[in-house]
Nanobody, 118 residues
Framework: QVQLVESGGGLVQAGGSLRLSCAAS????????MAWYRQAPGKQRELVAA???????NFVDSVKGRFTISRDNAKKTVDLQMNSLKPEDTAVYYC????????????WGQGTQVTVSS
């Protein structure tokens, strides 16, 4: 069974940094587009950052210039480096994997809490 396991969440003060990591298992990682989503209380889940199987990236406007996403196909990991964190970045962050060629194959991690205090 495919597993996505997130780590690295926690509590940080505004202006601080956190690095989230997602480790995948039981998938051919190199063909998957990877992404980080987040969901704040009372809000819909939103795409934060994505990296395609070929390495192309995109970000939601609110995190551009502050967050970076990277992947290591050999280790089957995708990381989200979050700098200059703001209280509005507080949310549960989810790792997502979607087969680039067969998008119906899609998987989610269990989520990791990020809390930014003001």
């Amino acid at each position: 069974q495919v597993q996505l396991v997130e780590s690295g969440g926690g509590l940080v003060q505004a202006g601080g940094s956190l690095r989230l990591s997602c480790a995948a298992s039981r998938i051919i990682f190199s063909i998957y587009d990877m992404a980080w989503y987040r969901q704040a209380p009372g809000k819909q889940r939103e795409l934060v950052a994505a990296i395609s199987n070929g390495g192309s990236t995109n970000f939601v406007d609110s995190v551009k210039g502050r967050f970076t996403i990277s992947r290591d196909n050999a280790k089957k990991t995708v990381d989200l480096q979050m700098n200059s964190l703001k209280p509005e970045d507080t949310a549960v962050y989810y790792c997502n994997a979607r087969d680039h060629y067969t998008p119906t194959f899609e998987y989610w991690g269990q989520g990791t809490q990020v809390t930014v205090s003001s």
